[in-house]
């Protein structure tokens, strides 16, 4: 059975065409699975695909409803008016204004921003570029976590996160994290808190590539337990 899912806005320029062909061996599949089976054709477009529903007949569809050849589908992107999330993963270049933006509050006298970037050069040695692939549903789910953690710690504090995947070059940003509260104190230490946690629990893994090979980091920096309870402070 092919299914054919009509595309629109942004999702047309990253996959290149206004209509996807899926083909599924049984007569009906549920949107959970078509999900799924997109996901794997087209892992680059994982992040995107989050943040879309899919439409049954012009209407929306949950994850168990299921489809047949003889509907219509369409995959359908945030729309203009959306709410846009404090806990983003992006493909694309992160825009730092936007970002902080999200934690803009009247009654709050510090915000800060912490910016990631890819660095040069590491204990004498050149890296051209970093990648980054993830657990994105987990990402996503982990990165909120750690918004509610900062929210219990220091209460009135938010935070606001975007993690970049892929090819990020030399100076780029991977990592926004945005942090505001009623006094600098707080601030401070809820910004550190906020990439210090990230860092033990987020399922993001990062590639150092060299002029001359490359590896996946992780195990070298010691021990590691997504478990355990925060030490820093």
Same mark, same amino acid.
């Given at each position: 059975?092919?299914?054919?899912?009509?595309?629109?806005?942004?999702?047309?320029?990253?996959?290149?065409?206004?209509?996807?062909?899926?083909?599924?061996?049984?007569?009906?599949?549920?949107?959970?699975?078509?999900?799924?089976?997109?996901?794997?054709?087209?892992?680059?477009?994982?992040?995107?695909?989050?943040?879309?529903?899919?439409?049954?007949?012009? #209407?929306?569809?949950?994850?168990?409803?299921?489809?047949?050849?003889?509907?219509?589908?369409?995959?359908?992107?945030?729309?203009?008016?959306?709410?846009?999330?404090?806990?983003?993963?992006?493909?694309?270049?992160?825009?730092? #204004?936007?970002?902080?933006?999200?934690?803009?509050?009247?009654?709050?006298?510090?915000?800060? #921003?912490?910016?990631?970037?890819?660095?040069?050069?590491?204990?004498?040695?050149?890296?051209?570029?970093?990648?980054?692939?993830?657990?994105?549903?987990?990402?996503?789910?982990?990165?909120?976590?750690?918004?509610?953690?900062?929210?219990?710690?220091?209460?009135?504090?938010?935070?606001?996160?975007?993690?970049?995947?892929?090819?990020?070059?030399?100076?780029?940003?991977?990592?926004?994290?945005?942090?505001?509260?009623?006094?600098?104190?707080?601030?401070?230490? #809820?910004?550190?808190?906020?990439?210090?946690?990230?860092?033990?629990?987020?399922?993001?893994?990062?590639?150092?590539?060299?002029?001359?090979?490359?590896?996946?980091?992780?195990?070298?920096?010691?021990?590691?337990?997504?478990?355990?309870?925060?030490?820093?402070?």
């Amino acid at each position: 059975m092919n299914i054919h899912i009509q595309l629109f806005a942004g999702l047309v320029d990253l996959f290149g065409t206004s209509v996807l062909h899926i083909h599924v061996e049984q007569e009906s599949v549920s949107i959970e699975q078509l999900k799924k089976q997109i996901n794997a054709a087209y892992p680059a477009a994982s992040a995107q695909l989050m943040t879309c529903f899919f439409a049954k007949n012009q #209407a929306y569809a949950g994850d168990q409803e299921m489809v047949t050849a003889a509907d219509e589908i369409a995959l359908i992107p945030p729309v203009s008016g959306g709410q846009p999330s404090n806990y983003e993963i992006t493909h694309d270049t992160i825009d730092v #204004a936007e970002v902080t933006s999200k934690v803009n509050n009247p009654n709050h006298g510090a915000s800060l #921003a912490f910016i990631g970037t890819t660095r040069e050069m590491t204990n004498g040695q050149r890296t051209v570029l970093l990648e980054y692939e993830a657990y994105i549903p987990m990402a996503l789910k982990t990165m909120e976590t750690i918004g509610h953690e900062i929210e219990a710690r220091w209460p009135g504090t938010f935070c606001a996160i975007t993690h970049r995947l892929g090819k990020v070059a030399i100076a780029e940003a991977s990592v926004v994290i945005a942090v505001s509260s009623p006094h600098r104190a707080d601030c401070y230490e #809820a910004s550190r808190y906020a990439i210090e946690r990230l860092k033990q629990i987020v399922p993001i893994w990062k590639k150092e590539i060299w002029d001359d090979g490359s590896e996946w980091k992780g195990s070298q920096t010691g021990p590691w337990n997504p478990l355990q309870t925060p030490q820093f402070e």
